[in-house]
């Protein structure tokens, strides 16, 4: 991995915090999508708009995953949740449509599924309770 970052001339010591912000970031914003379903923040669900079945499906796995994901515990298994979550949705909501995502407005669904996936796959970082429970276990 020094090989890479010297040929970006990214410092490997930003490696780890740059990993643990998007981790944080991505859980900040996630769990407000949920707090708009479940708590009526920012706004609220759009009117008539009902909290039922995948919707409530959604707002749960978003307001608890992604504050989960904010702090950084049990991220493998939320982070694959939470991509599963994203990957639905593309699907459901914005896959009929149109196939490309700029043309759907699925963006958002496919960034953050692709986000999740490599949280799922690279865990939760530094700066996360995940990563201090496996210091005081090691």
Do not use: Y
């Given at each position: ?129 995940d990563d201090a429970l496996a210091r005081r276990g090691a």
């Amino acid at each position: 991995m020094a090989d890479t970052t010297q040929r970006l001339l990214v410092p490997a010591r930003w490696i780890g915090p740059a990993h643990a912000l998007l981790r944080i970031v991505s859980g900040v914003l996630f769990f407000c999508h949920g707090a708009q379903k479940m708590l009526g923040w920012f706004g609220g669900l759009p009117p008539g708009a009902k909290l039922e079945g995948l919707t409530l499906a959604a707002g749960i796995i978003e307001l608890v995953g992604g504050a989960l994901i904010t702090v950084g515990l049990f991220t493998k298994p939320v982070a694959f949740v939470c991509a599963g979550e994203m990957a639905v949705a593309f699907f459901k909501a914005h896959f009929p449509a149109a196939f490309w995502p700029l043309q759907n407005h699925g963006e958002p669904a496919v960034l953050n599924c692709f986000i999740f996936l490599f949280l799922w796959a690279a865990g939760a970082g530094p700066w996360s309770v995940d990563d201090a429970l496996a210091r005081r276990g090691a």
